[in-house]
């Protein structure tokens, strides 16, 4: 029976039964009230694949789900810069969900990769805010296109694995709202998500699920979120202080429904609060019953097929000495070596879990790609639990030195990253890198193949190789992706979402990451990955928005044009090799000059293009103000600042191709003056400047004070105008209370 209107249920509800529904009925189910028309939802995890559990399953049933098409995770799929095929993979998962009763599919992750060691950074997109809003809002719109709500995790500043159920996450209001927030932000002003799901630690001091700083001022009145806010699994330590902190679903069920009662009738909890969280609720139940058109079962092999294409556009090409694509004629010559290749690791661990409908192995793509012939030229090589084994790599060798050309597939096994805990390190497995040393001292045409959520350490054996193509985690359709980009049946046209570093004590948050005595600093501040290994210029194995083709590209005609409301950076891209590819170009905007301390560049704009052999397309980006924005502690909003821009357009964020300068107006807001601004702010001030001069010139001595020694002015413009005044002959108190307020009647209003 459909639930009647909002203002009919909810004022008939006993305040009982409004607390049952703000929590779980189970682990996958919200509460139901047939006496009042209210059905109940199922939610499950999901952001590469369906995770419906049996009935009466449990959280950690990781293996025990119905099967559903695996995608390529985050970290894969973020890779293609392909906001379509995301959006595409999102329409297929929610059609999924669909044919299987669930309500809410929890998804997409886009917390950043602050540090490579993070356990879970396989769910990411990104170490950068804007493409991990970009992507994410592609899967969110494509998953509730089919009905099913999307719930936006894990808010916020839940970068890593280590205590994340506690751990008080230190960082400054500037650095949350140009890193950590910026992604979600795109998400719900966008694509407008129907659920977003808080996450566990604190955020300076206050846990996410009672931060109302976070979930009502930012969320909602930021924002404009008009959905609901649930918890993580188990984020909940006080429910009538989550409630009034803008929290409506507490999930798992939890105990503590007359607490939430008792918060009401003592007026700790106001009641209308306690209404608001059950209209919410009651309006999911709406927007995923209102899909006008009946579930209908998925296509598995058409969303295979689907994983394959997106696998295929993940993977990304970082070395290739002219190994690579291998000749399908060679096929014969050809050494197939590593326990990854026959036992593909194509997803992460956790939560995310997904039993596949199929699974494609390297091993069996080849074996298909020689006309169904078992494939005979693999050797295993090592084994997963990291013990060496000298009889493996014997074989492996022997291998390797009757044969004209290797595939190394090497990678990270299952037990080295998971959602649970960290790395401690980004190295390859010992044994691993012992058996590629063996392989390469007998032959020297070897092209690696990597399997891993995070990044790994290149730098110490990259040079003994002639190509290297990071297959991240790539799904179910994985292994015949792989097949189809080293024999050049495909171009890969992936692209770093996260710079490589040389070596893990390079980055930014290497001194402050996990932290200790359940505390985290993130001290890097704005700088995280490019933003600080470019503002320093240190070297990286590999560069953020990195990523080689079989074919080449070229950039021209770069072209500046302001509109009413945004830049229009307009350019050609031309592929000037012999195949079909893909490029990935890349917009930065660089703060010429700033008052604050900003990156060298952000990215701000970019776009995928298939270009057939000599063909040029042209390309046009928009530029809103607020890629030209920081945010400003002192006057809690984003400032665009009047001066020269420098818009970038490169392959990746150090290989710029185009630039061109660009003269901002700024914003037209004037910064606000207060007693405690400097004597150098009033100065700069339009208003106040002018009224400050007028003021010492017309006090006792204040000739004086502007033929002062150029020292002690140089000394006291930092000083704020209130304590000047006790150095000021002719200054006061209620002087400066007057030109504040007179400052304060004159500046326009934002």
């Known amino acids: 029976m459909a639930h009647q209107t909002h203002s009919d249920v909810v004022p008939g509800l006993s305040r009982a039964r409004k607390a049952a529904l703000t929590t779980g009925a189970d682990f996958w189910h919200t509460v139901a009230a047939p006496e009042a028309g209210i059905a109940s939802i199922m939610l499950t995890d999901g952001p590469h694949g369906l995770r419906k559990q049996s009935e ?57 990769r602050r540090s490579p060691l993070c356990g879970r950074n396989f769910e990411y997109y990104s170490e950068d805010p804007y493409l991990a809003g970009v992507l994410g809002a592609a899967w969110v719109q494509g998953v ?62 206050t846990y996410a699920s009672e931060n109302r700083w976070l979930l009502t001022e930012v969320l909602r009145d930021d924002w404009g979120f008009d959905g609901l ?61 209102r899909t006008g058109e009946p579930p209908s079962d998925a296509d598995a092999d058409a969303h295979h097929d ?36 026959r036992t593909p690791r194509f997803q992460g661990s956790g939560s995310s ?22 494939w005979a030229r693999f050797a295993p090589g090592f084994r997963f639990d990291g013990t060496a084994d000298p009889d493996l790599v014997a074989e492996a060798v022997a291998l390797a030195e009757k044969s004209r050309t290797v595939v190394l597939f090497l990678g990270l096994p299952t037990e080295f990253e998971s959602e ?35 990044v790994v350490a290149l730098s110490g054996w990259q040079d003994r190789t002639q190509a290297i193509l990071e297959g991240w985690l790539l799904g179910q359709a994985g292994g015949s992706a792989i097949v189809n980009l ?91 090799g012999d195949r079909a590819g893909a490029e990935v170009p890349q917009v930065y905007v660089r703060d010429v000059e700033s008052t604050v301390d900003r990156p060298v560049h952000e990215l701000k704009g970019f776009a995928k293009l298939l270009l057939a052999p000599g063909e040029s397309r042209m390309v046009t980006i928009r530029l809103d103000d607020r890629a030209f924005a920081y945010w400003s502690s002192r006057e809690r909003r984003w400032v665009v600042e009047a001066g020269d821009f420098e818009i970038r357009v490169g392959a990746s964020s150090r290989d710029i191709r185009l630039a061109g300068t660009f003269a901002s107006p700024g914003d037209g807001v004037l910064p606000t003056l207060t007693g405690m601004s400097s004597l150098s702010e009033w100065f700069a001030h339009p208003i106040g400047g002018p009224l400050l001069m007028q003021a010492l010139a017309s006090g006792t001595d204040g000739a004086r004070f502007d033929t002062v020694d150029p020292l002690v002015a140089k000394m006291a413009a930092g000083t704020p105008l209130t304590k000047l005044a006790a150095f000021v002959p002719g200054m006061s108190g209620d002087l400066v209370d007057e030109l504040v307020e007179t400052v304060r009647a004159r500046t326009p209003r934002p």
């Open 56 to 112: 009466g399953g449990d959280a950690l049933g990781l293996g025990d789900s119905v099967p559903a098409t695996c995608f390529p995770p985050a970290v894969g799929l973020g890779s293609s810069w392909n906001v379509g095929l995301i959006r595409t993979v999102g329409i297929a998962l929610g059609t999924e969900a669909r044919a299987q009763g669930v309500s809410v599919l929890l998804g997409p992750g886009v917390n950043i």
């Open 144 to 205: 509730q296109s089919r009905g099913v709500a999307a719930s936006l995790k894990h808010f916020a500043a839940n970068n890593q694995e280590t205590d994340r159920m506690r751990i008080d996450v230190r960082v400054d209001e500037r650095t949350l709202r140009e890193i950590y927030l910026p992604a979600f932000e795109r998400i719900v002003t966008t694509a407008a998500p129907w659920t977003v799901m808080c996450s566990y630690n604190r955020i300076n001091g």
């Open 229 to 289: 806010v649930m918890s993580d699994w188990g984020a909940v330590n006080d429910r009538p202080r989550a409630l009034a902190a803008g929290l409506d679903l507490t999930m798992p069920a939890a105990a503590g429904d007359e607490r939430v009662v008792a918060a009401v009738e003592s007026g700790e909890l106001d009641e209308a609060t306690l209404d608001e969280a059950v209209r919410r609720l009651l309006t999911l139940i709406d927007r995923t019953e």
């Open 306 to 341: 689907l994983a394959a294409l997106a696998a295929t556009e993940s993977a990304v090409l970082l070395r290739n000495e002219g190994l690579l694509p291998l000749d399908v004629t060679d096929l014969d010559s050809v050494a197939v070596i590593g326990e990854f290749a």
């Open 353 to 374: 879990q997904v039993v596949p409908t199929r699974v494609d192995s390297a091993v069996d793509a080849l074996t298909a790609l020689g006309g169904g012939t078992a």
């Open 420 to 454: 649970g805990f960290d790395r401690t390190d980004i190295d390859l497995p010992a044994n691993q890198l012992a058996l590629l040393e063996a392989v390469t001292a007998v032959n020297p045409r070897v092209a690696v193949v990597l399997s891993n959520g995070g």
């Open 486 to 576: 080293l024999f050049g049946l495909a171009n890969p046209s992936g692209r770093l979402t996260e710079t490589i570093p040389v070596r893990l004590s390079d980055t930014p948050s290497h001194l402050n990451f996990p932290g200790a005595d359940g505390v985290v600093v993130y001290g890097e501040r704005i700088h995280v990955g490019y933003r600080w290994f470019d503002t320093l210029d240190l070297p990286v194995a590999y560069p953020f928005g990195f990523g080689l083709s079989y074919t080449t590209f070229e950039y021209s005609d770069l072209v500046l044009t302001p509109t009413e409301d945004a830049l229009e950076v307009t350019f050609t891209v031309a592929n000037t």
